[in-house]
Structures are given as structure tokens and as C-alpha cells.
């Protein structure tokens, strides 16, 4: 379904913004890249991907090719679904997933399908945009939650390139800012240049209508983040849980997952306090960002805690009352060790949640903070399928109240436990197949014979 043209006014105020913002992308990509690498933000041999210069061979050239889009870490997880189910259905069909952050290639990489290429993405500058779209010439652009990038966005479907944003979701700051009269007129035409736009949530939906997106092309589906958790573990990660379920030795436990700088304060005050209750407590604290692996550490060390680095592979003692995971990519592995997983980024007021669809997945008994985001959706709707699936507490005082009554109760902790599970399965249910058929309908040419949905 073609989308609708804004109008002539409005478009002719989206278009010189564009060459305005066109030519300041140009002019500062040169800077902004160096800027990145020094900071350590690129990577060190392949950061030339970032302009559009590819380190993989374009496999069955002339053929259409379907390119991913993810930013970082948790866009390119809940792109990996559609990824796999595109690979299974159209076996052969080249496929290409790019992301912008290390953290993400270093998790994404070793769980792609076979044959699919991970590139790191061009910078939104005409001339890596341009080379990029040039040498993979792909057929079919698939971008990620908030991927509204307007050199890929304009440069793509100029080409007769189908566009689609998957996961669709904008912030209220990000909404305040393209509301203005200097953002509206461009992301009104960047929306009217798209094919779909599949919103996670009905208020993500009406963002994106007062932007003017064409109604016709907004088609709810699901959110793709219930998906993430939807994977059986393979052999490696059975054997790692196996491992830690020895070295745990049926102690009472509990998990902190995605904890940002200054959560972590919280976390080990209230871990201190059950351990006057219980005191072979142990506590799983996984740090958000790898850059806080050491203060965290640090935190440990000043507080004499007696604490493991899984990296090391030191062995947990029954001394241990710490086991901090400072690996990547083992979230979802670790879910299925413990049976209370407390989310992170939810702690504090400038946080805004992450998933807890794999923790619900594994059967953890999940709780989440006060500061949840455009999560606040997810807990609502396994809300209303079960109020026991997951538990937002106001802050630490109730933490610590509802995590001595879950280690003290297997009754109460076995009933939020198969609340989450349960209301994750009916969640997750077909969400992959919706938005698959939704880029059918929406984003693929009927005419290429290669495509068969």
C-alpha cells in the first residue's frame, strides 16, 4: 500500500529541512567519527563499515536482500526473531543485520543464523548511506523501535527501496522534539516515505498519528520483545546452568539483571539486610553497561563483600555472597538459574525499565521499579492476564519487603513464578508470525518471485 504524500506545504518544509540537515550530516561525520573512536565506541578494525565500506562479500548478487536495523543491544534482540524466522522461510535469500554499539555485536554475533552478515550500520550521512545502499542494494529495509534516520529513510525509498519500522515506539522527549515547528515538517515527511510502521503499543501508535504518519500504514502486531525470550536454550547454555546450579548448592537466591550506575547502591543495601535474615543469601548482580563492571567491583571490594567475578571462574564458596556477572550475553542463560529476578534501569527517576519478558520466559518470579518507560505497556497487559505475573514495587523499602516474603514463602514465590510464565506464553503467542505477515502485506514486492509469504 503506497503511502500518502503529505501535504504540498508541509512537504516542501520537510524537504528543505532535509537538505539542510543533508549537508550538516555531511559536514560533521568526519568529526563525530573520530570523536567515537577515540572514545573507544567503535570498533577497532572494522569501524570503517561506519562509512559505508562493507568487510563482507554481497552474497548472489541481483538478488533481493532483506537489511536489519538495530542500534543497540535491545533493539537488535527483538530484531533477531523476525531475523530467524526470515532466514527459515526463505532459505538462501541473503540477509543483513547492522547495529551501531559494541555491546551489541559482541552479543548478537555468535546468535545469528547461518548465512546472515552482521555489518556495523553506515553513520546517517549521505555518502556512507549512499555507498552502504549501493554495494548491498537491498530490497527490503527493515528499521528497529526509534530508527528515524533521515539520509536512510529519504536515500532508501528514492530508490524504490520498501521501508518499514518494526517495534515502532518514540519517546515522549523524542515526541516533544519532532513536534516543533522545526521537527515536524521532516519527521512528517520521513513517516510519509514509509511502508509500515508497526507500533509496539496503542499509545505509540497515536505518537506517531499526531506526527502525521499516513493511518494507512499503521498496523498493530505485538510487541517483538515478548519474542526475545522465546528461545529454547541450546546445549552450551544447558551446561552452564547445570555448572551453576552445583556451585549454588540449593542456596536461597536472588538476581539483580540490567543494573545501571547508582542502582547498584540500592541493590547491596537491601542484599545486606536479607542477609541478616537469611545469611547464605546469595545475590546474581548483572551490570547494565560494561563500562561499570569496575566500580561496581570497587563498590564490592569498599564494602568488604565477599564476592566472584564470573569471569575469573572462580568457584562460588559458601562464603560467597556475591556473584557478579561481568561476561556479556549471558542474561538470558542466567534467568534459568534463579528463581527472583529483580529488572534494573527502574530505579531511578532518569531510567526508563528494560525487558523482563526473558526473566517472565524462564520462570522467574519478576519484579521492576517505579521508573519502567514504554515498558509500563508490557506490565499492563500481563497485568490483566495475571496481577501475580510480575510485581512493581514503589522503591527499596517495598523491594526489601516483597523479596523477604518471596525467600520465605515457596507458595507465594511458586505462584508469581508460573503467573510470569504463563502470561509470557499467551504474550509471546504468534507475535513473530504477525509481524512477519504485516511486512508481506505492507512492505514486500508481490511481483519479485523470490519472495513467497
Same mark, same amino acid.
Given at each position: 500500500m503506497p503511502a500518502r504524500a503529505p501535504a504540498p506545504a508541509a512537504a516542501r518544509g520537510g524537504l528543505a529541512l532535509y537538505e539542510l540537515y543533508r549537508a550538516a550530516s555531511r559536514a560533521a561525520a568526519? *568529526? +563525530?567519527?573520530?570523536?567515537?573512536?577515540?572514545? !573507544?565506541? @567503535? =570498533?577497532? /578494525?572494522?569501524? &570503517? @563499515?561506519?562509512? !559505508?565500506?562493507?568487510s563482507a562479500a554481497r552474497p548472489r548478487p541481483g538478488s533481493p536482500l532483506v537489511w536489519f536495523h538495530a542500534v543497540s543491544l535491545g533493539e537488535g534482540m527483538a530484531a533477531l526473531p523476525v531475523v530467524r524466522h526470515c532466514a527459515r522461510l526463505h532459505p538462501g535469500l541473503p540477509v543483513l543485520l547492522t547495529t551501531t554499539t559494541l555491546s551489541s555485536f559482541d552479543v548478537i554475533k555468535d546468535l545469528l543464523p547461518d548465512g546472515v552478515i552482521h555489518q556495523f550500520a553506515p553513520l546517517d550521512c549521505p555518502d556512507a548511506i549512499d555507498s552502504f545502499i549501493g554495494y548491498w542494494k537491498p530490497s527490503l529495509v527493515l528499521l528497529m523501535e526509534s530508527e528515524l534516520w533521515p539520509n536512510l529513510i529519504m536515500s532508501a525509498t528514492a530508490k524504490g527501496i520498501a521501508v518499514a519500522l518494526l517495534n515502532a515506539r518514540m519517546s515522549l522527549k523524542s515526541f516533544n522534539r519532532w513536534s516543533i515547528p522545526l521537527g515536524l515538517p521532516l519527521v512528517s515527511l520521513m513517516l510519509s516515505k514509509l511502508s %509500515? +510502521? *508497526?507500533?509496539? /503499543? #496503542? $499509545?505509540? *501508535? +497515536?505518537?506517531?498519528?499526531? %506526527? =502525521? #504518519? &499516513?493511518?494507512? $500504514?499503521?498496523?498493530? *502486531?505485538g510487541d517483538l520483545k515478548y519474542a526475545v525470550g522465546d528461545v529454547n536454550a541450546g546445549e552450551t547454555e544447558v551446561n552452564k546452568i547445570k555448572d551453576l546450579w552445583q556451585q549454588f548448592s540449593n542456596r536461597p537466591l536472588w538476581m539483580a539483571a540490567s543494573i545501571h550506575r547508582g542502582e547498584e547502591e540500592v541493590i547491596l543495601r537491601v542484599h545486606d539486610e536479607l542477609l541478616k535474615i537469611y545469611p547464605t543469601l546469595l545475590l546474581i548482580l548483572v551490570p547494565r553497561h560494561p563500562q561499570d563492571f569496575k566500580r561496581f567491583s570497587l563498590a564490592l571490594k569498599k564494602q568488604r563483600v565477599n564476592f566472584v567475578l564470573r569471569s575469573t571462574k572462580e568457584v562460588v564458596s559458601s562464603s560467597t555472597r556475591v556473584y557478579m556477572v561481568d561476561t556479556l550475553g549471558e542474561l538470558r542463560m542466567l534467568y534459568r538459574t534463579t528463581p527472583i529476578a529483580v529488572i534494573g534501569g527502574s530505579f531511578l527517576p532518569s531510567l526508563a525499565g528494560h525487558n523482563i519478558s526473558e526473566a517472565a520466559a524462564a520462570g522467574c518470579a519478576v519484579m521492576t521499579g517505579p521508573h519502567v518507560g514504554h515498558f509500563y505497556h508490557m506490565l499492563l497487559e500481563m497485568w490483566q492476564i495475571n496481577p501475580l505475573a510480575v510485581k512493581q514495587v514503589a522503591g527499596e523499602v517495598e523491594l526489601l519487603q516483597i523479596l523477604k516474603e518471596l525467600l520465605g514463602d515457596a507458595k507465594t514465590l511458586g505462584a508469581r513464578q508460573r503467573a510470569a510464565k504463563d502470561a509470557f506464553s499467551i504474550m509471546s503467542d504468534g507475535v513473530v508470525n504477525r509481524v512477519w505477515n504485516l511486512v508481506c502485506r505492507f512492505a514486500i514486492d508481490f511481483q519479485t518471485d523470490a519472495w513467497n509469504c
Amino acid at each position: 500500500m503506497p503511502a500518502r504524500a503529505p501535504a504540498p506545504a508541509a512537504a516542501r518544509g520537510g524537504l528543505a529541512l532535509y537538505e539542510l540537515y543533508r549537508a550538516a550530516s555531511r559536514a560533521a561525520a568526519p *568529526a +563525530v567519527l573520530l570523536w567515537r573512536r577515540l572514545q !573507544g565506541l @567503535e =570498533h577497532p /578494525s572494522r569501524w &570503517p @563499515e561506519r562509512l !559505508g565500506r562493507p568487510s563482507a562479500a554481497r552474497p548472489r548478487p541481483g538478488s533481493p536482500l532483506v537489511w536489519f536495523h538495530a542500534v543497540s543491544l535491545g533493539e537488535g534482540m527483538a530484531a533477531l526473531p523476525v531475523v530467524r524466522h526470515c532466514a527459515r522461510l526463505h532459505p538462501g535469500l541473503p540477509v543483513l543485520l547492522t547495529t551501531t554499539t559494541l555491546s551489541s555485536f559482541d552479543v548478537i554475533k555468535d546468535l545469528l543464523p547461518d548465512g546472515v552478515i552482521h555489518q556495523f550500520a553506515p553513520l546517517d550521512c549521505p555518502d556512507a548511506i549512499d555507498s552502504f545502499i549501493g554495494y548491498w542494494k537491498p530490497s527490503l529495509v527493515l528499521l528497529m523501535e526509534s530508527e528515524l534516520w533521515p539520509n536512510l529513510i529519504m536515500s532508501a525509498t528514492a530508490k524504490g527501496i520498501a521501508v518499514a519500522l518494526l517495534n515502532a515506539r518514540m519517546s515522549l522527549k523524542s515526541f516533544n522534539r519532532w513536534s516543533i515547528p522545526l521537527g515536524l515538517p521532516l519527521v512528517s515527511l520521513m513517516l510519509s516515505k514509509l511502508s %509500515l +510502521v *508497526a507500533p509496539l /503499543s #496503542t $499509545i505509540q *501508535a +497515536v505518537r506517531f498519528q499526531l %506526527l =502525521h #504518519t &499516513p493511518p494507512g $500504514i499503521i498496523h498493530f *502486531a505485538g510487541d517483538l520483545k515478548y519474542a526475545v525470550g522465546d528461545v529454547n536454550a541450546g546445549e552450551t547454555e544447558v551446561n552452564k546452568i547445570k555448572d551453576l546450579w552445583q556451585q549454588f548448592s540449593n542456596r536461597p537466591l536472588w538476581m539483580a539483571a540490567s543494573i545501571h550506575r547508582g542502582e547498584e547502591e540500592v541493590i547491596l543495601r537491601v542484599h545486606d539486610e536479607l542477609l541478616k535474615i537469611y545469611p547464605t543469601l546469595l545475590l546474581i548482580l548483572v551490570p547494565r553497561h560494561p563500562q561499570d563492571f569496575k566500580r561496581f567491583s570497587l563498590a564490592l571490594k569498599k564494602q568488604r563483600v565477599n564476592f566472584v567475578l564470573r569471569s575469573t571462574k572462580e568457584v562460588v564458596s559458601s562464603s560467597t555472597r556475591v556473584y557478579m556477572v561481568d561476561t556479556l550475553g549471558e542474561l538470558r542463560m542466567l534467568y534459568r538459574t534463579t528463581p527472583i529476578a529483580v529488572i534494573g534501569g527502574s530505579f531511578l527517576p532518569s531510567l526508563a525499565g528494560h525487558n523482563i519478558s526473558e526473566a517472565a520466559a524462564a520462570g522467574c518470579a519478576v519484579m521492576t521499579g517505579p521508573h519502567v518507560g514504554h515498558f509500563y505497556h508490557m506490565l499492563l497487559e500481563m497485568w490483566q492476564i495475571n496481577p501475580l505475573a510480575v510485581k512493581q514495587v514503589a522503591g527499596e523499602v517495598e523491594l526489601l519487603q516483597i523479596l523477604k516474603e518471596l525467600l520465605g514463602d515457596a507458595k507465594t514465590l511458586g505462584a508469581r513464578q508460573r503467573a510470569a510464565k504463563d502470561a509470557f506464553s499467551i504474550m509471546s503467542d504468534g507475535v513473530v508470525n504477525r509481524v512477519w505477515n504485516l511486512v508481506c502485506r505492507f512492505a514486500i514486492d508481490f511481483q519479485t518471485d523470490a519472495w513467497n509469504c
